[in-house]
């Protein structure tokens, strides 16, 4: 899962490119519409968030699910050590699982701060700092 979330964030891993080549330079303004340019970039933006949002909720409902499970067989099995090694292996999917939630919080935040800073500094030039 993590391999598929890295590669579902090079969007944001590249928004700084990604701004830098589709919101056009002042002798191309009149070729591209900026605003139309920025719209289907925040889409784009907004269904990648989506979706990897939705693949991380899933993983830990169905993690959840199966420590849940693992929990309530060890309780009738005190004794058994590979469910025990196998509910401890779940355990820390699932953390690993919350904590990309986390990540993917910090990775979000991240790409809209730049992608409504560099927008401002396209439609609003003069509110540059």
């Not at 330079?25 to 605003?35: L, N, R, Y």
């Not at 979706?51 to 909720?57: A, G």
């Not at 196998?86 to 699932?94: D, G, P």
Request: hydrophobic fraction near 35%; charged fraction near 30%.
């Amino acid at each position: 899962i993590q391999e598929l979330l890295r590669v579902m964030r090079t969007i944001d891993d590249r928004i700084v490119h990604e701004l830098n080549t589709t919101i056009p330079t002042a002798s191309f303004v009149g070729k591209v519409d900026p605003g139309l340019t920025c719209k289907e970039l925040y889409e784009s933006l907004m269904n990648a968030h989506t979706s990897r949002e939705r693949i991380i909720k899933n993983c830990i409902s169905q993690t959840s699910a199966v420590v849940k499970t693992l929990k309530e067989e060890r309780e009738k099995a005190d004794e058994d050590a590979a469910l025990l090694k196998q509910l401890r292996k779940e355990q820390t999917k699932l953390k690993l699982m919350q904590s990309e939630l986390n990540v993917e919080e910090v990775v979000n935040d991240r790409s809209w701060k730049v992608l409504s800073h560099l927008t401002v500094m396209v439609f609003c030039p003069s509110r540059q700092s």
